[in-house]
């Protein structure tokens, strides 16, 4: 009897141990398993992440490309502006033109108005307009930049 406990006791350890192995392998090959999808994932990401990054680098240099194209003619101007090798004038209202008096209506030469009343304005007057007008070029480029950015960040998702 003590034997055949002892057996019995032999052959019990011995099926708990293949248990024990078995769940192990299992654990083991379900371990792998994860580990492959969540670095295949990883791999994913990472793809995602550098192909971002490479438009968002082609939004930012298109973006200061035509910035700086902005600035350098809005500087142009303002330099041709002080060189009196360009005057801004305004078209006049021909109601408001007769209480001013007689105004010259012959086509200025680079002109594409004929017969219409103009007025020139102050060279300072015309500095601050061109500087006013420079900063909303650059709003407009910021918020095209802005735009830009929005629809490659939605269309990612």
Excluded: F
Aim: with cysteine; net charge neutral; proline share 3%.
């Amino acid at each position: 009897m003590l034997l055949s406990g002892a057996g019995a006791w032999q052959a019990q350890t011995w099926r708990y141990e293949k248990r024990l192995s078995d769940s192990a392998r299992t654990y083991q090959a379900d371990l792998n398993t994860l580990t492959l999808a969540a670095n295949s994932q990883l791999r994913s990401e990472q793809a995602q992440r550098v192909e971002l990054e490479q438009r968002q680098s082609g939004s930012e240099q298109r973006y200061y490309r035509d910035l700086s194209n902005a600035q350098k003619n809005q500087a142009r101007l303002r330099d041709r502006l002080a060189t009196t090798d360009v005057r801004l004038s305004a078209l006049l209202d021909a109601k408001s033109a007769a209480r001013c008096g007689p105004m010259p209506t012959e086509p200025v030469a680079g002109s594409v108005d004929y017969g219409t009343q103009r007025a020139q304005l102050d060279p300072a007057h015309a500095q601050r307009i061109i500087s006013i007008t420079d900063d909303g070029d650059q709003g407009l480029i910021a918020l095209g930049a802005c735009q830009a950015y929005i629809t490659q960040l939605t269309a990612t998702e």
